[in-house]
C-alpha cells in the first residue's frame, strides 16, 4: 500500500519561501507521476504542478512563476518550494500520485494522497 | 480556462437515499472527469476515474456517468459513511487541472 507523508514548517512568514517534501512508502517513486495539491481553509481544492519521477514538471498558470517542484529517487521524495508567499497561500498542502488513462502520456487523476499539512502564511 | 460548477452545493439526506450530484463544465472535457470524497479533516479520496471507472476498494453502490460537459455521482443508496463533501476534477486541459467547487451531503 502506497503511503505518502508530507513534511515541513507549519508557519512561514510573509514574502519568504515555503518549502515542504513529500515522502513516498510503500512504493517506488519511479515510474509514476507525483503532484501537489492545496485546500485554502474552509474552500475548495487547487492544484498546484506535478512532476514526473525523471524530473520533467507541469505547473498551474496561476502559480507557475513562484512553484518549484523536484524530485530525489534516492530518498524516494519529491518536494515543493513557493516563493513570495502572502496570506493568500495559507492552505492545507496536500502531495498526492497522479495516475494516466488510456495510456495517455499525461496524468489524469490522483489515486493515493498525503494527510496533507497546514501551512500559515503570517509573521 | 475550464470552469467546473456542481449542482446542488449542498445536499441533505437519509440514509438508503438514492443522491446524484451534477457537475458541468464550461467546455467539452470528453470524459477526463474524475470524483472524490472528503471528510472532514481529511485527504480527498478517489472515486471514480475517467467519468465512470470505480477505483479499486471503492463501494459499488458509487457509480459515475456523463461525457463532454455534463456529469453525475450516483450513490445508490446512501450509508452513514457517505456523509462529506463530494468534488470534481477535470484534466481535460493538461497540465490544468481544475476541480470543480464541491457539494457537501449531510444527514437530514
Known amino acids: 500500500q502506497v503511503q505518502l507523508q508530507e513534511s515541513g514548517p507549519g508557519l512561514v512568514n510573509p514574502s519568504e519561501t515555503l518549502s515542504l517534501t513529500c515522502t513516498v512508502s510503500?512504493?517506488?517513486?519511479?515510474?509514476?507521476?507525483w503532484s501537489w495539491i492545496r485546500q485554502p481553509p474552509g474552500k475548495g481544492l487547487e492544484w498546484i504542478g506535478y512532476?514526473?519521477?525523471?524530473?520533467?514538471?507541469n505547473y498551474s498558470p496561476s502559480l507557475k512563476s513562484r512553484v518549484t517542484i523536484s524530485v530525489d529517487t534516492s530518498k524516494n521524495q519529491f518536494s515543493l518550494k513557493l516563493n513570495s508567499v502572502t496570506a493568500a497561500d495559507t492552505a492545507v498542502y496536500y502531495c498526492?500520485?497522479?495516475?494516466?488513462?488510456?495510456?495517455?502520456?499525461?496524468?489524469?487523476?490522483?489515486?493515493?494522497w498525503g494527510q496533507g499539512t497546514l501551512v500559515t502564511v503570517s509573521s | 480556462d475550464i470552469q467546473m460548477t456542481q449542482s446542488p452545493s449542498s445536499l441533505s439526506a437519509s440514509v438508503g437515499d438514492r443522491v446524484t450530484i451534477t457537475c458541468r463544465a464550461s467546455?467539452?472535457?470528453?470524459?477526463?472527469l474524475n470524483w472524490y470524497q472528503q471528510k472532514p479533516g481529511k485527504a480527498p479520496k478517489l472515486l471514480i476515474y475517467?467519468?465512470?471507472s470505480l477505483q479499486s476498494g471503492v463501494p459499488s453502490r458509487f457509480s459515475g456517468s456523463g461525457s463532454g460537459t455534463d456529469f453525475t455521482l450516483t450513490i445508490s443508496s446512501l450509508q452513514p459513511e457517505d456523509f462529506a463533501t463530494y468534488y470534481c476534477?477535470?484534466?481535460?486541459?493538461?497540465?490544468?487541472?481544475?476541480f470543480g467547487p464541491g457539494t457537501k451531503v449531510d444527514i437530514k
Open positions: 476534477q477535470q484534466s481535460y486541459s493538461n497540465p490544468l487541472f481544475t
Open positions: 467546455q467539452s472535457i470528453r470524459s477526463f
Open positions: 512532476i514526473y519521477y525523471s524530473g520533467s514538471t
Open positions: 510503500g512504493g517506488s517513486i519511479g515510474g509514476y507521476y
Open positions: 498526492a500520485r497522479a495516475r494516466q488513462v488510456w495510456d495517455l502520456p499525461e496524468p489524469s487523476y490522483f489515486d493515493y
Open positions: 475517467a467519468a465512470s
